[in-house]
Each structure stands twice: as C-alpha cells, then as structure tokens.
C-alpha cells in the first residue's frame, strides 16, 4: 500500500443521518481508496455500488481471511473465527442452512400477526400516557426485541441483561476490549442457560431447532451453537431497533412523507425499501475481507493479504445506479439496494426485519397520526462511538 494520502476512517459524521461529503466526492475520483481504520491499521474502502457488489460476491475477498486477526476494523475486538459472520462457504453455507427455514419469508409472515399485536399494545400504551413520549424506549427498543425472543423461545425475564449487553458488542470507540469481552461472556452465559433448558426439554422455536441439530451430530460446535446465537440476538435485534427508530425520525422530520404514506397505506413496503436504502445505518464500513490473491478493483490494484471493507451507504447513493440518490423518493421502483447486503453473506434476517419495520412504520402511523418531534431537532441525542447510527432518544408528541 501507499503510505501517502491515507484517509482517516471512519469519517466524521454529519448531523442526524446525513452522508459524509467525502463519500460523493470518492465515488467521483477515488472510488477504491486507502483508509486508516480505529484498529488493525490500513484497508482499502470501496465506494461504488458495482464494485460493492463484487466484494460481496467474489470469493477472492475472503472473511474467514479475516477472522481473530488484527485486520482493519471498527471495533475494539476482531471478530471471532466460530462467528457465522465471519466465515466463507462452504462453513458459511452449512449454518446458515440451519438458520434459513425459521427466516423464510413464509415463516417471518407467520409472526405479522403477533408483531403486530405487540406493536398496537405499545402504541396504545403510548397515547394512554400521553405525550411526550421516547419512541426510541417506548416503542423502537421492545417491539424488535420481544419478536426476536419469541422466535428463538428465550424468556422476557433477559430482555434488559441482554440489551444492556449487546450495546457494548456493537460499540466502536466507547467501550475498551475488556469492557466487549465481558459483555459477550455475560450474553454467552444467559445464552448457554437457554440451551441446556432445551438439551433438557426440547423446543420447536429457533434455538430448540439449532440445539437439536448439534445433538443429532449435524457438526455444530458448542462455540458455533453459542456464537450464532449471540449474533441473531445482537444483530437482529438492534440494527432493527435503530432502523425504526431513524425511519420514525425521517418521517416525522418530512411529515408530507408521512401524510403520503398514511393516506396509502398500501405503498408501506415499497417506502421501506427506500428508507432501507437512503438511511446510513452504520458510522462507517463494517467486516473486512482479506484478498486471498492480487486483484485489480476500481482501477487500484488489490495485494494478496490486503484488507478490503465496503460503504453500504455510499454505495446506495451511487449516482451511476440511483438516480437523484440524495432525494428520499418513497415510490422509487427497481430498488436494488444493498442494505441487507449482497451474494453468501446476505443478511439471513432481512425477511424479519423488513416485515417488522413494515408493522412499526403501519401501527405507528396509523395509531398516532399528528406524530412530530417534541424537541428541537438539535435536542435530539445521537449514538456515539457505535457502529450504528440511531437516536438513542426521540421525544415525541401529537
């Protein structure tokens, strides 16, 4: 790599969920540019939807590569070889083959029903209270949470262990390596208790179902068991708590938006897809992968060994494939965004998270139509040092 015009990363995020200026300017004239990471040094950051695309897709850019090493990254820790996240096929393959048939998009519309019950419930408690209130607390936090536990078949009684821990995991900078390693042992020993209840009286839910794979010798490990777990609780849960939570403030900060959608109800999932696309989920780019031989990307020759991490965000405001990306157009047709990801590592949770967020937006909507902001917008308090990006509070009113 060069050792001149390194771009420190991730870059400084503009107010609220605005894109950083230096990602436009990338795509232009650098789209495949050296970056200084907060740990493990150098990589290169891609910017452009296609070259997105062929990171995600070609297996010359390997994550199991990255595994437990000391590569580029955002958090304090690397991630673990046993992770699901951080494995190629055909490791990668077997597990998530194990996972997929409970997240079909047949099984996750099995649970609208109860997703919606829960969020009609939130919503009914919020106007029994009356204004103000924190959709961040009171609405965006319990409903993913409480429709991920019914899934897996893990008890309430967790619930505030449980988030108190995964916001360390996804932490970047305001958690040291120590304060992550005990979070994940406090989630490994909730998570263990859940699976020697089921090794005792075995369960239908999504976590009897992995249980039962590993003790009918299917190969997966005790470590594998745990690590798959702990990564449906952490990540699915909170990157849809935060996503409801940005989406709620988008629309309330553009209530013609939310007039639009709550006279066509109908146009809610096409409208989530743009949200999907135009909300920069994460402060900077996550999963690094490792070239396993030379490959030209971008017109940047890419060594055998070198770290290679994507802008989600960027590359769903790619010009070239987006037009007017910067605009949020919630009837946008052929949105082929890349918020889920693309290729093996698609998220397998994304038909939950898309029916979920469907519900919120819908109950939300339609249950407190005059919703707006009860604080200026320069009161409303972000995330910091995290991986994501989300109003930790939104006070409300109507």
Same mark, same amino acid.
């Given at each position: 790599?060069?050792?001149?015009?390194?771009?420190?990363?991730?870059?400084?995020?503009?107010?609220?969920?605005?894109?950083?200026?230096?990602?436009?300017?990338?795509?232009?004239?650098?789209?495949?540019?050296?970056?200084?990471?907060?740990?493990?040094?150098?990589?290169?950051?891609?910017?452009?939807?296609?070259?997105?695309?062929?990171?995600?897709?070609?297996?010359?850019?390997?994550?199991?590569?990255?595994?437990?090493?000391?590569?580029?990254?955002?958090?304090?820790?690397?991630?673990?070889?046993?992770?699901? &996240?951080?494995?190629?096929?055909?490791?990668? +393959?077997?597990?998530?083959?194990?996972?997929?048939?409970?997240?079909?998009?047949?099984?996750?519309?099995?649970?609208?029903?109860?997703?919606?019950?829960? %969020?009609?419930?939130?919503?009914?408690?919020?106007?029994?209270?009356?204004?103000?209130?924190?959709?961040?607390?009171?609405?965006?936090?319990?409903?993913?949470?409480?429709?991920?536990?019914?899934?897996? $078949?893990?008890?309430? #009684?967790?619930?505030?262990?449980?988030?108190?821990?995964?916001?360390?995991? &996804?932490? /970047?900078? /305001?958690?040291?390596?120590?304060?992550?390693?005990?979070?994940?042992?406090?989630?490994?020993?909730?998570?263990?208790?859940?699976?020697?209840?089921?090794?005792?009286?075995?369960?239908?839910?999504?976590?009897?179902?992995?249980?039962?794979?590993?003790?009918? $010798?299917?190969?997966?490990?005790?470590?594998?068991?745990?690590?798959? +777990?702990?990564?449906?609780?952490?990540?699915?849960?909170?990157?849809?708590?935060?996503?409801?939570?940005?989406?709620?403030?988008?629309?309330?900060?553009?209530?013609?938006? &939310?007039?639009?959608?709550?006279?066509?109800?109908?146009?809610?999932?096409? %409208?989530?897809?743009?949200?999907?696309?135009?909300?920069?989920?994460?402060?900077?780019?996550?999963?690094?992968?490792?070239?396993?031989?030379?490959?030209?990307?971008?017109?940047?020759?890419?060594?055998?060994?070198?770290?290679?991490?994507?802008?989600?965000?960027?590359?769903?405001?790619?010009?070239?494939?987006?037009?007017?990306?910067?605009?949020?157009?919630?009837?946008?047709?052929?949105?082929?965004?890349?918020?889920?990801?693309?290729?093996?590592?698609?998220?397998? $949770?994304?038909?939950?998270?898309?029916?979920?967020?469907?519900?919120?937006?819908?109950?939300?909507? #339609?249950?407190?139509?005059?919703?707006?902001?009860?604080?200026?917008?320069?009161?409303?308090?972000?995330?910091?040092? /995290?991986?994501?990006?989300?109003?930790?509070?939104?006070?409300?009113?109507?």
């Amino acid at each position: 790599m060069n050792t001149e015009h390194v771009l420190r990363y991730p870059f400084e995020p503009p107010p609220a969920l605005a894109i950083p200026p230096q990602y436009a300017s990338l795509r232009s004239t650098q789209p495949v540019v050296e970056v200084q990471m907060p740990y493990g040094g150098r990589g290169w950051l891609v910017t452009r939807y296609e070259d997105a695309k062929l990171v995600f897709c070609d297996p010359r850019f390997s994550r199991a590569a990255a595994a437990g090493k000391d590569v580029p990254r955002m958090r304090p820790k690397p991630a673990k070889k046993t992770s699901i &996240m951080a494995m190629d096929p055909p490791e990668h +393959t077997r597990l998530r083959r194990l996972i997929a048939p409970s997240l079909t998009k047949r099984r996750t519309e099995q649970l609208r029903a109860h997703t919606k019950k829960i %969020a009609q419930e939130l919503v009914a408690a919020m106007v029994a209270n009356g204004p103000p209130c924190d959709i961040v607390a009171d609405f965006a936090v319990p409903l993913p949470i409480n429709v991920l536990l019914k899934l897996l $078949g893990v008890t309430t #009684e967790d619930t505030r262990r449980l988030v108190a821990a995964a916001d360390v995991v &996804m932490s /970047s900078t /305001s958690h040291t390596a120590e304060d992550v390693t005990r979070a994940r042992q406090d989630l490994a020993q909730v998570i263990n208790q859940h699976i020697a209840a089921r090794r005792e009286n075995p369960t239908d839910d999504l976590l009897g179902t992995l249980v039962s794979a590993h003790e009918a $010798g299917e190969r997966l490990t005790d470590a594998e068991l745990l690590d798959i +777990t702990t990564a449906l609780l952490v990540v699915g849960w909170e990157t849809t708590t935060c996503q409801i939570a940005n989406f709620v403030y988008l629309l309330i900060t553009y209530p013609e938006h &939310m007039h639009w959608l709550l006279v066509h109800p109908e146009a809610i999932p096409k %409208a989530v897809e743009e949200l999907l696309r135009y909300t920069p989920l994460n402060n900077g780019a996550e999963f690094a992968r490792v070239a396993t031989e030379d490959v030209s990307l971008g017109g940047v020759l890419i060594r055998k060994g070198d770290a290679v991490l994507v802008s989600i965000p960027s590359a769903n405001r790619d010009e070239a494939v987006f037009a007017a990306p910067e605009t949020l157009k919630l009837t946008r047709p052929d949105n082929h965004h890349l918020a889920f990801g693309h290729g093996p590592h698609h998220c397998v $949770g994304a038909n939950l998270a898309r029916m979920e967020i469907q519900v919120a937006l819908k109950t939300l909507i #339609e249950g407190i139509p005059g919703l707006q902001k009860a604080v200026p917008d320069q009161e409303v308090t972000w995330r910091s040092g /995290s991986i994501l990006r989300a109003p930790t509070s939104l006070p409300v009113t109507w």
